[in-house]
């Protein structure tokens, strides 16, 4: 069975910090892995997606990198800012033949203080 | 092209009511999934459907909870006599042909 952490479970760093976020996962058979913004009360946003074959995206001050063998990604987040405040998920999606679902850590809450 | 919809945004229902939750996925998007985030935890898989079927439903408490995805209209995921422990946000995702899924912005269900 699939399961996925993340540490730490809060983070908290002043204004213009880099910052990694870790996520591990138990299985190293997966399809993807997918980090996610999640505003309070607000829904979803995809920040990145890393295939099983690829080890790193980058979009803007993010970048995610992805190990399977090792079962970890992390997620740099380069000179943050108070806009960057919010929940990080992350999640893999199982093969095909198990279902095609996503299983998400249960988040990292980040304050970026200014 | 928007994105997915899901509605009610917030339901509030009182214990034994039933809640009815809709999703209308993206257009072209034929793969459907509901997640359910219950307060300070991550979001877990409920049920994955295609239009009329039920594709995995592992995820699904096996009493009060069904879900649909009809030829016509969006998908309905649908909990009778509800509980307070069902109060969640519950999230519905689409993709097409199983593959990047994008998430609508929720239903929070509070059950009083």
């Known amino acids: 069975k699939q399961e996925v952490t993340q540490i730490p479970a809060a983070l908290s760093v002043p204004e213009g910090e880099n910052l990694v976020l870790n996520c591990s996962f138990t299985?190293?058979?997966?399809?993807?892995l997918q980090w996610f913004r999640q505003d309070p009360g607000k829904g979803l946003t995809s920040l990145l997606l890393i295939q099983s074959s690829q080890r790193e995206q980058t979009s803007g001050r993010l970048n995610a990198s992805l190990d399977k063998s090792s079962g970890r990604s992390t997620l740099y987040i380069a000179a943050s800012q108070p806009g960057d405040s919010a929940t990080y998920l992350c999640?893999?999606?199982?093969?095909?033949?198990?279902?095609?679902?996503?299983?998400f850590g249960a988040g990292t809450i980040l304050r970026v203080k200014s | 092209n928007a994105g997915v919809m899901q509605n009610p945004r917030h339901l509030v229902r009182r214990r034994g009511q039933e809640a009815r939750l809709r999703c209308s996925p993206m257009?072209?998007?034929?793969?459907v999934y509901w997640y359910r985030q219950l307060p300070e935890e991550g979001l877990k898989f409920m049920v994955y459907?295609?239009?009329?079927?039920?594709?995995?439903e592992s995820g699904m408490p096996k009493e009060r909870f069904s879900a649909e995805f009809p030829k016509e209209g969006p998908s309905i995921l649908r909990i009778q006599q509800v509980v307070r422990g069902d109060s969640a946000a519950y999230f519905c995702?689409?993709?097409?042909?199983?593959?990047?899924?994008?998430f609508g912005p929720g239903t929070r269900l509070t059950v009083t």
């Open positions: 999640a893999v999606k199982v093969p095909r033949e198990y279902g095609n679902k996503l299983v």
């Open positions: 299985d190293s058979a997966i399809y993807n």
């Open positions: 459907l295609q239009k009329e079927n039920i594709i995995d």
């Open positions: 995702a689409s993709s097409p042909i199983a593959l990047e899924q994008y």
């Open positions: 257009k072209g998007h034929s793969h």
